[in-house]
Protein backbone atom coordinates (compact mmCIF):
# COMPACT_ATOMS: atom_id res chain seq x y z
CA UNK A 1 0.00 0.00 0.00
CA UNK A 2 1.02 3.65 -0.63
CA UNK A 3 2.07 5.91 1.52
CA UNK A 4 -0.35 8.16 0.24
CA UNK A 5 -3.28 5.69 0.24
CA UNK A 6 -2.30 4.64 3.83
CA UNK A 7 -2.29 8.60 5.02
CA UNK A 8 -5.84 9.04 2.84
CA UNK A 9 -6.88 6.38 4.91
CA UNK A 10 -6.02 7.48 8.09
CA UNK A 11 -7.79 10.65 7.91
CA UNK A 12 -10.53 9.36 6.38
CA UNK A 13 -11.09 7.07 9.60
CA UNK A 14 -10.75 9.44 11.83
CA UNK A 15 -13.18 11.73 9.71
CA UNK A 16 -15.18 9.23 9.87
CA UNK A 17 -15.19 8.32 13.74
CA UNK A 18 -15.38 11.89 14.27
CA UNK A 19 -18.76 12.38 12.23
CA UNK A 20 -19.96 8.89 13.88
CA UNK A 21 -19.41 10.70 17.61
CA UNK A 22 -21.56 13.85 16.40
CA UNK A 23 -24.33 11.71 15.35
CA UNK A 24 -24.14 9.18 18.71
CA UNK A 25 -24.34 12.70 20.27
CA UNK A 26 -26.78 14.12 18.73
CA UNK A 27 -29.03 10.87 19.20
CA UNK A 28 -28.28 10.60 23.01
CA UNK A 29 -28.96 15.09 23.18
CA UNK A 30 -32.40 14.59 20.72
CA UNK A 31 -33.32 11.47 23.58
CA UNK A 32 -33.18 13.48 26.26
CA UNK A 33 -34.94 16.45 24.94
CA UNK A 34 -37.74 14.18 23.51
CA UNK A 35 -38.07 12.62 27.22
CA UNK A 36 -38.13 15.93 28.90
CA UNK A 37 -40.82 17.18 26.21
CA UNK A 38 -42.80 14.24 26.25
CA UNK A 39 -42.73 13.57 30.50
CA UNK A 40 -43.59 17.47 30.84
CA UNK A 41 -46.72 17.36 28.05
CA UNK A 42 -48.00 13.97 29.42
CA UNK A 43 -47.91 15.61 33.07
CA UNK A 44 -49.53 18.63 32.04
CA UNK A 45 -52.39 16.81 30.11
CA UNK A 46 -52.43 14.15 33.01
CA UNK A 47 -53.32 17.25 35.63
CA UNK A 48 -55.71 19.05 33.40
CA UNK A 49 -57.99 15.94 32.39
CA UNK A 50 -57.60 14.36 35.87
CA UNK A 51 -59.39 17.52 37.09
CA UNK A 52 -62.33 17.32 34.60
CA UNK A 53 -62.06 13.45 35.39
CA UNK A 54 -62.94 14.06 38.92
CA UNK A 55 -65.42 17.14 38.09
CA UNK A 56 -67.53 15.21 35.50
CA UNK A 57 -67.08 12.13 37.80
CA UNK A 58 -70.95 11.64 38.73
CA UNK A 59 -72.09 13.07 35.34
CA UNK A 60 -70.98 10.50 33.27
CA UNK A 61 -68.63 10.31 30.41
CA UNK A 62 -70.78 13.07 28.40
CA UNK A 63 -69.69 15.80 29.93
CA UNK A 64 -66.11 14.45 29.39
CA UNK A 65 -66.53 13.60 25.80
CA UNK A 66 -68.50 17.11 25.01
CA UNK A 67 -64.91 18.66 27.08
CA UNK A 68 -62.76 16.71 25.04
CA UNK A 69 -64.09 17.63 21.34
CA UNK A 70 -63.50 21.06 22.30
CA UNK A 71 -60.03 20.14 23.80
CA UNK A 72 -59.19 18.89 20.78
CA UNK A 73 -55.54 17.06 20.20
CA UNK A 74 -52.79 17.54 23.22
CA UNK A 75 -50.09 17.80 21.57
CA UNK A 76 -47.56 14.84 22.25
CA UNK A 77 -50.53 12.77 24.08
CA UNK A 78 -52.82 10.37 22.22
CA UNK A 79 -56.52 10.32 24.89
CA UNK A 80 -58.83 7.93 24.20
CA UNK A 81 -62.90 7.80 25.75
CA UNK A 82 -63.81 4.24 26.54
CA UNK A 83 -67.59 3.25 27.57
CA UNK A 84 -68.17 0.46 30.19
CA UNK A 85 -68.35 -2.07 26.80
CA UNK A 86 -65.25 -1.00 25.85
CA UNK A 87 -66.16 0.82 22.96
CA UNK A 88 -64.55 4.03 21.75
CA UNK A 89 -66.26 6.92 22.32
CA UNK A 90 -63.51 9.89 21.39
CA UNK A 91 -60.25 9.65 20.55
CA UNK A 92 -57.30 12.20 19.44
CA UNK A 93 -58.03 13.45 16.02
CA UNK A 94 -55.00 12.70 13.97
CA UNK A 95 -51.83 15.23 14.15
CA UNK A 96 -51.58 17.58 11.49
CA UNK A 97 -48.15 18.21 12.04
CA UNK A 98 -45.65 16.41 9.15
CA UNK A 99 -48.97 14.62 8.71
CA UNK A 100 -48.04 11.07 6.86
CA UNK A 101 -44.49 10.95 7.87
CA UNK A 102 -43.03 8.69 10.22
CA UNK A 103 -39.64 8.15 11.55
CA UNK A 104 -37.70 4.84 10.89
CA UNK A 105 -38.80 2.41 13.38
CA UNK A 106 -34.86 1.87 14.87
CA UNK A 107 -34.60 5.26 15.11
CA UNK A 108 -37.67 5.78 17.25
CA UNK A 109 -37.07 2.84 19.10
CA UNK A 110 -33.95 4.45 20.05
CA UNK A 111 -35.93 7.60 21.18
CA UNK A 112 -38.76 7.02 22.70
CA UNK A 113 -38.81 7.75 26.40
CA UNK A 114 -41.00 4.79 28.49
CA UNK A 115 -44.03 6.46 30.05
CA UNK A 116 -47.07 4.36 31.32
CA UNK A 117 -50.15 5.12 30.26
CA UNK A 118 -52.62 7.25 32.84
CA UNK A 119 -56.39 5.26 33.13
CA UNK A 120 -59.11 7.58 34.74
CA UNK A 121 -62.21 5.65 35.76
CA UNK A 122 -65.42 7.61 35.37
CA UNK A 123 -69.25 6.11 36.53
CA UNK A 124 -70.70 3.58 34.89
CA UNK A 125 -68.06 2.23 34.05
CA UNK A 126 -66.31 4.49 31.34
CA UNK A 127 -62.33 4.83 31.16
CA UNK A 128 -60.12 7.78 30.49
CA UNK A 129 -57.08 6.90 29.15
CA UNK A 130 -54.31 9.76 28.67
CA UNK A 131 -50.69 7.98 26.37
CA UNK A 132 -47.81 10.01 25.43
CA UNK A 133 -47.30 10.07 21.82
CA UNK A 134 -43.95 11.21 20.94
CA UNK A 135 -43.79 10.32 17.36
CA UNK A 136 -43.98 14.00 16.37
CA UNK A 137 -40.96 14.68 18.47
CA UNK A 138 -39.27 11.76 17.10
CA UNK A 139 -39.65 12.61 13.56
CA UNK A 140 -38.48 16.08 14.37
CA UNK A 141 -35.44 14.30 15.78
CA UNK A 142 -35.12 12.10 12.71
CA UNK A 143 -35.13 15.29 10.43
CA UNK A 144 -32.90 16.81 12.59
CA UNK A 145 -30.17 13.72 12.11
CA UNK A 146 -30.76 13.55 8.72
CA UNK A 147 -29.67 17.00 8.73
CA UNK A 148 -26.68 16.99 10.37
CA UNK A 149 -26.02 13.40 8.55
CA UNK A 150 -26.22 15.42 4.77
CA UNK A 151 -23.89 18.57 6.45
CA UNK A 152 -21.23 16.28 7.97
CA UNK A 153 -21.48 13.32 4.70
CA UNK A 154 -20.47 16.90 2.60
CA UNK A 155 -18.32 17.86 5.45
CA UNK A 156 -16.82 14.38 5.33
CA UNK A 157 -16.28 14.38 1.52
CA UNK A 158 -15.06 17.80 1.38
CA UNK A 159 -12.49 17.23 3.84
CA UNK A 160 -11.25 14.19 2.68
CA UNK A 161 -11.17 15.86 -0.98
CA UNK A 162 -8.84 18.43 0.21
CA UNK A 163 -6.60 15.93 2.54
CA UNK A 164 -6.26 14.21 -0.67
CA UNK A 165 -5.37 16.44 -2.76
CA UNK A 166 -3.10 17.99 -0.08
CA UNK A 167 -1.12 14.41 0.74
CA UNK A 168 -1.11 13.93 -2.75
CA UNK A 169 0.77 17.71 -3.41
CA UNK A 170 2.73 17.00 -0.09
CA UNK A 171 3.98 13.43 -1.05
CA UNK A 172 4.70 14.53 -4.72
CA UNK A 173 8.32 14.35 -4.43
CA UNK A 174 8.82 10.79 -3.16
CA UNK A 175 7.86 9.18 -5.94
CA UNK A 176 10.72 11.10 -7.18
CA UNK A 177 13.03 10.05 -4.37
CA UNK A 178 11.78 6.07 -4.94
CA UNK A 179 12.82 6.41 -8.32
CA UNK A 180 16.14 7.88 -7.53
CA UNK A 181 17.50 5.06 -5.32
CA UNK A 182 15.65 2.32 -7.54
CA UNK A 183 17.93 3.79 -10.13
CA UNK A 184 21.17 4.21 -7.80
CA UNK A 185 20.72 0.93 -7.20
CA UNK A 186 20.14 -0.26 -10.66
CA UNK A 187 23.93 1.03 -11.15
CA UNK A 188 22.83 4.45 -12.53
CA UNK A 189 25.52 6.27 -10.28
CA UNK A 190 25.63 10.03 -11.94
CA UNK A 191 21.95 10.20 -11.50
CA UNK A 192 20.83 13.02 -9.39
CA UNK A 193 17.39 14.24 -8.24
CA UNK A 194 15.88 17.91 -8.87
CA UNK A 195 15.40 20.50 -6.23
CA UNK A 196 12.63 19.50 -3.95
CA UNK A 197 9.52 22.45 -3.21
CA UNK A 198 9.52 21.52 0.51
CA UNK A 199 12.28 22.52 3.27
CA UNK A 200 12.24 18.56 4.55
CA UNK A 201 12.02 16.66 0.85
CA UNK A 202 14.87 19.39 -0.28
CA UNK A 203 16.67 18.31 2.39
CA UNK A 204 16.71 14.40 1.67
CA UNK A 205 16.98 15.19 -1.79
CA UNK A 206 20.24 17.20 -0.85
CA UNK A 207 21.53 14.10 1.42
CA UNK A 208 20.61 12.01 -1.34
CA UNK A 209 22.44 13.45 -4.03
CA UNK A 210 25.49 13.56 -1.17
CA UNK A 211 25.16 9.78 -1.03
CA UNK A 212 24.83 9.10 -4.40
CA UNK A 213 28.00 11.44 -5.56
CA UNK A 214 29.68 9.64 -2.31
CA UNK A 215 28.89 6.01 -3.80
CA UNK A 216 29.55 7.02 -6.29
CA UNK A 217 33.21 8.52 -6.17
CA UNK A 218 33.68 5.38 -4.19
CA UNK A 219 32.48 3.01 -6.87
CA UNK A 220 35.26 4.79 -9.11
CA UNK A 221 38.05 4.45 -6.59
CA UNK A 222 37.24 0.61 -6.33
CA UNK A 223 36.86 0.47 -9.86
CA UNK A 224 40.66 2.27 -10.16
CA UNK A 225 41.42 -0.10 -7.32
CA UNK A 226 40.60 -2.93 -9.13
CA UNK A 227 41.83 -2.05 -12.40
CA UNK A 228 45.18 -1.12 -10.80
CA UNK A 229 45.25 -4.49 -8.97
CA UNK A 230 44.52 -6.09 -12.12
CA UNK A 231 47.37 -4.68 -13.85
CA UNK A 232 49.00 -5.76 -10.65
CA UNK A 233 48.41 -8.57 -10.53
CA UNK A 234 49.22 -9.17 -14.59
CA UNK A 235 52.43 -7.08 -13.92
CA UNK A 236 53.19 -9.86 -11.47
CA UNK A 237 52.98 -12.10 -13.94
CA UNK A 238 54.50 -10.74 -16.73
CA UNK A 239 57.19 -10.38 -13.71
CA UNK A 240 57.14 -13.99 -13.02
CA UNK A 241 57.25 -14.96 -16.59
CA UNK A 242 60.08 -13.29 -17.04
CA UNK A 243 62.01 -14.47 -13.70
CA UNK A 244 61.88 -17.53 -14.89
CA UNK A 245 62.85 -17.01 -18.55
CA UNK A 246 65.90 -15.07 -16.65
CA UNK A 247 66.23 -18.32 -14.55
CA UNK A 248 66.26 -20.44 -17.56
CA UNK A 249 68.66 -18.22 -19.38
CA UNK A 250 70.96 -18.32 -15.83
CA UNK A 251 71.31 -21.70 -15.90
CA UNK A 252 71.57 -21.81 -19.62
CA UNK A 253 74.34 -19.91 -19.09
CA UNK A 254 75.91 -21.33 -15.91
CA UNK A 255 76.18 -24.90 -17.30
CA UNK A 256 77.68 -23.39 -20.49
CA UNK A 257 80.28 -21.96 -18.09
CA UNK A 258 80.77 -24.51 -16.39
CA UNK A 259 80.59 -27.52 -18.98
CA UNK A 260 82.35 -25.60 -22.22
CA UNK A 261 83.53 -22.73 -20.82
CA UNK A 262 85.04 -24.11 -17.93
CA UNK A 263 86.58 -27.07 -19.93
CA UNK A 264 88.08 -24.90 -22.72
CA UNK A 265 89.54 -22.86 -20.00
CA UNK A 266 91.01 -25.69 -17.94
CA UNK A 267 92.42 -27.04 -21.25
CA UNK A 268 94.19 -23.40 -22.25
CA UNK A 269 95.79 -23.62 -18.72
CA UNK A 270 96.45 -27.37 -19.11
CA UNK A 271 98.42 -26.61 -22.32
CA UNK A 272 100.23 -23.25 -20.66
CA UNK A 273 101.54 -25.72 -18.01
CA UNK A 274 102.66 -28.33 -20.59
CA UNK A 275 104.97 -25.51 -22.64
CA UNK A 276 106.24 -24.80 -19.09
CA UNK A 277 107.47 -28.11 -18.88
CA UNK A 278 108.91 -28.59 -21.79
CA UNK A 279 110.41 -25.03 -22.10
CA UNK A 280 113.79 -24.69 -20.66
CA UNK A 281 116.11 -22.22 -22.67
CA UNK A 282 113.11 -19.88 -23.97
CA UNK A 283 112.78 -17.44 -21.62
CA UNK A 284 110.21 -15.67 -23.27
CA UNK A 285 108.28 -18.66 -24.26
CA UNK A 286 108.44 -19.64 -20.28
CA UNK A 287 107.43 -16.17 -19.24
CA UNK A 288 104.42 -16.01 -21.94
CA UNK A 289 103.19 -20.08 -20.90
CA UNK A 290 103.65 -18.78 -16.81
CA UNK A 291 101.03 -15.54 -17.71
CA UNK A 292 98.46 -17.68 -19.61
CA UNK A 293 98.63 -20.13 -16.83
CA UNK A 294 98.01 -17.85 -14.30
CA UNK A 295 95.38 -15.87 -16.09
CA UNK A 296 93.47 -19.27 -16.90
CA UNK A 297 93.68 -19.72 -13.24
CA UNK A 298 92.52 -16.61 -12.54
CA UNK A 299 89.37 -16.76 -15.40
CA UNK A 300 88.46 -20.18 -13.82
CA UNK A 301 88.40 -19.02 -10.18
CA UNK A 302 86.11 -15.89 -11.59
CA UNK A 303 83.66 -17.85 -13.40
CA UNK A 304 83.24 -20.52 -10.71
CA UNK A 305 82.36 -17.50 -8.68
CA UNK A 306 79.87 -15.81 -11.27
CA UNK A 307 78.17 -19.28 -11.92
CA UNK A 308 76.34 -19.55 -8.42
CA UNK A 309 75.35 -15.57 -9.13
CA UNK A 310 73.64 -16.58 -12.60
CA UNK A 311 72.20 -20.32 -11.72
CA UNK A 312 73.01 -22.12 -8.36
CA UNK A 313 73.58 -25.44 -10.70
CA UNK A 314 73.84 -27.09 -7.47
CA UNK A 315 70.13 -27.02 -6.84
CA UNK A 316 68.85 -29.68 -9.86
CA UNK A 317 71.53 -32.43 -8.52
CA UNK A 318 72.33 -31.34 -4.86
CA UNK A 319 69.17 -29.87 -3.46
CA UNK A 320 68.43 -26.84 -1.37
CA UNK A 321 69.98 -28.16 1.85
CA UNK A 322 72.85 -29.18 0.01
CA UNK A 323 73.04 -26.22 -2.17
CA UNK A 324 72.37 -23.82 1.08
CA UNK A 325 75.53 -25.56 2.91
CA UNK A 326 78.23 -24.60 0.02
CA UNK A 327 76.86 -21.45 -0.42
CA UNK A 328 77.52 -20.53 3.08
CA UNK A 329 81.21 -22.68 2.97
CA UNK A 330 82.34 -20.23 0.01
CA UNK A 331 81.49 -17.32 2.05
CA UNK A 332 83.32 -18.64 5.31
CA UNK A 333 86.16 -19.21 3.18
CA UNK A 334 86.15 -15.59 1.45
CA UNK A 335 85.56 -13.97 4.75
CA UNK A 336 86.73 -16.36 7.69
CA UNK A 337 86.70 -13.22 10.13
CA UNK A 338 82.71 -12.97 9.63
CA UNK A 339 81.17 -16.14 11.64
CA UNK A 340 78.25 -17.25 9.55
CA UNK A 341 75.45 -19.84 11.22
CA UNK A 342 72.78 -21.44 8.94
CA UNK A 343 70.18 -23.60 10.66
CA UNK A 344 67.57 -25.51 8.08
CA UNK A 345 64.64 -27.57 8.39
CA UNK A 346 62.67 -28.06 4.86
CA UNK A 347 60.05 -30.47 3.67
CA UNK A 348 61.44 -33.75 2.11
CA UNK A 349 59.70 -32.16 -1.43
CA UNK A 350 59.94 -28.82 -2.36
CA UNK A 351 59.49 -27.75 -5.96
CA UNK A 352 62.05 -25.65 -7.44
CA UNK A 353 60.31 -22.50 -8.20
CA UNK A 354 59.96 -22.33 -4.19
CA UNK A 355 63.57 -23.89 -3.85
CA UNK A 356 64.89 -20.98 -6.10
CA UNK A 357 63.29 -18.37 -3.82
CA UNK A 358 64.24 -19.74 -0.72
CA UNK A 359 68.22 -20.12 -2.45
CA UNK A 360 67.41 -16.44 -4.31
CA UNK A 361 66.74 -14.39 -0.69
CA UNK A 362 69.45 -16.35 1.57
CA UNK A 363 72.00 -15.11 -1.11
CA UNK A 364 70.69 -11.91 -1.33
CA UNK A 365 70.19 -10.78 2.22
CA UNK A 366 73.83 -12.73 2.77
CA UNK A 367 75.71 -10.39 0.14
CA UNK A 368 74.18 -7.36 1.07
CA UNK A 369 75.24 -7.52 4.69
CA UNK A 370 78.61 -8.64 3.92
CA UNK A 371 79.14 -6.21 1.27
CA UNK A 372 77.25 -2.62 3.43
CA UNK A 373 76.51 -4.04 6.79
CA UNK A 374 80.51 -5.19 8.16
CA UNK A 375 78.87 -7.55 10.04
CA UNK A 376 81.01 -9.97 12.80
CA UNK A 377 77.98 -12.28 12.60
CA UNK A 378 75.23 -13.41 10.54
CA UNK A 379 72.54 -16.05 11.62
CA UNK A 380 70.60 -17.46 8.65
CA UNK A 381 67.41 -19.70 9.61
CA UNK A 382 65.41 -21.48 7.22
CA UNK A 383 62.75 -23.80 8.47
CA UNK A 384 58.88 -24.79 8.24
CA UNK A 385 56.41 -23.58 10.44
CA UNK A 386 52.94 -24.87 10.45
CA UNK A 387 51.69 -24.46 6.78
CA UNK A 388 54.58 -21.97 5.76
CA UNK A 389 58.44 -21.49 5.70
CA UNK A 390 59.66 -18.86 7.27
CA UNK A 391 63.35 -17.47 5.69
CA UNK A 392 65.46 -15.37 8.52
CA UNK A 393 68.92 -13.96 8.17
CA UNK A 394 69.79 -11.59 11.08
CA UNK A 395 73.35 -9.36 11.49
CA UNK A 396 74.96 -7.55 13.70
CA UNK A 397 76.39 -5.20 10.89
CA UNK A 398 75.92 -1.41 10.58
CA UNK A 399 71.76 -1.33 9.84
CA UNK A 400 70.20 -0.14 7.01
CA UNK A 401 71.15 3.44 5.10
CA UNK A 402 68.20 5.90 5.31
CA UNK A 403 67.84 5.53 1.72
CA UNK A 404 68.20 2.17 1.14
CA UNK A 405 64.79 1.71 -0.48
CA UNK A 406 65.29 4.53 -3.12
CA UNK A 407 63.87 3.72 -6.46
CA UNK A 408 67.02 1.81 -8.39
CA UNK A 409 67.25 -0.05 -5.30
CA UNK A 410 66.45 -3.81 -7.08
CA UNK A 411 67.79 -6.70 -5.13
CA UNK A 412 65.57 -6.53 -2.39
CA UNK A 413 63.02 -4.92 -4.37
CA UNK A 414 63.03 -7.85 -6.70
CA UNK A 415 63.36 -10.56 -4.06
CA UNK A 416 59.88 -9.07 -2.38
CA UNK A 417 58.60 -9.28 -5.92
CA UNK A 418 59.42 -13.05 -6.29
CA UNK A 419 57.84 -13.83 -2.78
CA UNK A 420 54.54 -11.76 -4.15
CA UNK A 421 54.35 -14.43 -7.25
CA UNK A 422 54.05 -17.37 -4.19
CA UNK A 423 51.76 -15.30 -2.62
CA UNK A 424 54.39 -14.79 0.03
CA UNK A 425 56.35 -11.55 1.91
CA UNK A 426 59.49 -10.16 2.60
CA UNK A 427 60.00 -8.01 5.96
CA UNK A 428 63.35 -5.83 6.14
CA UNK A 429 64.20 -3.59 9.02
CA UNK A 430 67.02 -2.07 11.31
CA UNK A 431 67.25 -4.61 14.75
CA UNK A 432 67.99 -3.38 17.77
CA UNK A 433 70.37 -2.17 19.20
CA UNK A 434 72.34 -2.74 16.15
CA UNK A 435 72.13 -4.71 12.31
CA UNK A 436 69.60 -5.97 10.02
CA UNK A 437 67.05 -8.15 9.95
CA UNK A 438 65.39 -10.11 6.47
CA UNK A 439 62.38 -12.21 6.88
CA UNK A 440 61.11 -14.30 4.39
CA UNK A 441 57.80 -16.27 4.35
CA UNK A 442 56.48 -18.84 1.79
CA UNK A 443 52.94 -20.16 2.47
CA UNK A 444 53.34 -23.96 1.89
CA UNK A 445 49.49 -24.76 0.63
CA UNK A 446 49.31 -21.64 -1.99
CA UNK A 447 53.03 -21.61 -3.43
CA UNK A 448 53.50 -23.40 -6.55
CA UNK A 449 55.34 -26.27 -6.74
CA UNK A 450 55.40 -26.96 -2.98
CA UNK A 451 54.58 -30.55 -1.43
CA UNK A 452 55.39 -32.82 1.21
CA UNK A 453 55.99 -33.32 4.48
CA UNK A 454 58.85 -31.99 7.32
CA UNK A 455 62.39 -33.68 7.14
Not at 18 to 25: D, E, K, S
Not at 101 to 125: Q, T, Y
Not at 281 to 293: M, R
Not at 391 to 407: E, T
Request: charged share 25%; hydrophobic share 45%; net charge negative.
Amino acid sequence: MKLRTHINLIVACLSAIFIVLMLALEIDRTKRAISEEIRAANVVATQLLSRVAQTYERDGPLPVLLFLKHLGRVRANEITLLDASGQVLYRSPTATYKAGREAPRWFAHLLLPDIEPRVFDLSGGAKLTVEANPSRAVLDGWDDFLQLLIVGGTAFILLNLLIFSLVRRALAPLPIIASGLHRIQEGELSHRLPAMPDEETASIGAAFNRMAESVEQKWQAERAALEARANLEERRELSHLIEQRLDEERRSIARELHDEFAQSVTAIRSLAVAIIGRTHDDKPTLEAAQTISNEAAALYDAMHSLIPRLAPIALDTLGLTETLQGLVAEWRKRHPSIKISIEQELPELLGPTAALAVYRTVQEALINAIRHASPSEIAISVRTQEDRILISILDDGVGLPNDWSRPGSFGLRGLRERLATLNGNLHVANRTPKGVEVIGEIPLRSAPDVAGSVA
